[in-house]
């Protein structure tokens, strides 16, 4: 009889081959690109990518995120014995590697040395609040709701930012609240608490 472990496996490899073709990956070099060129613009004359060009070319990639959950393929899978939270997470194995090598080439672009601890901080409490969005549009209206997930991504990481700082700033070293580690820490938990909620599985919970 096989383990738990072996038999996730083995669904993960099942899963791996669909979730990668379902994957908006039509899209994925434009906005790559897009994210590309606006960090290479904010170079130009002297400009500090990292106060802006770099925050944008992250909400970017991150709206990209919003759509990694928007599969056609979902209600055919839905009742099947794999759990929801397993199923979303191989897309994410899958898609988010990606989206982070584009993002890490975004960080050494003209002055750029890598990216600092404000930077990687801000990136991952995105990524999360992406999916975390992803997760609960898709749950109240289905199919076709990136755009809303993408929507919230942009007011919580560009217009709240410029709204609410004094001075207005995206930079992720300038959060509009507190100091950047405990900034970019709270976003990443409540992140994390609502993309947590958002995959409970309610056929499972019926099936207890």
Request: glycine residues 8%.
């Amino acid at each position: 009889m096989r383990t738990a472990v072996e038999l996730r496996g083995a669904q993960g490899r099942l899963l791996l081959p669909p979730s990668a073709r379902t994957i908006r990956w039509g899209s994925f070099p434009v906005i790559a690109g897009l994210a590309l060129l606006v960090a290479w613009s904010g170079q130009r004359k002297g400009g500090n990518p990292a106060a802006i060009a770099l925050p944008v070319a992250t909400a970017l990639l991150c709206v990209w995120v919003c759509f990694l959950f928007d599969d056609p393929a979902a209600e055919t899978t839905a009742g099947g014995p794999t759990p929801l939270l397993f199923r979303r997470a191989v897309r994410i194995v899958v898609a988010v590697p990606a989206v982070t090598a584009v993002w890490f080439m975004c960080t050494w672009i003209g002055p750029l040395t890598g990216p600092s601890a404000a930077m990687t901080g801000s990136f991952v409490a995105e990524m999360i609040l992406a999916l975390a969005a992803a997760a609960v549009v898709v749950r109240l209206v289905g199919t076709g709701a990136g755009l809303i997930a993408a929507g919230v991504v942009v007011l919580v990481t560009l217009i709240l930012p410029v709204t609410f700082g004094r001075p207005p700033s995206v930079d992720p070293a300038r959060p509009p609240w507190g100091e950047p580690a405990s900034y970019w820490t709270a976003v990443a938990v409540l992140a994390v608490l609502v993309l947590a909620l958002a995959h409970l599985d309610p056929a499972r919970a019926r099936d207890r």
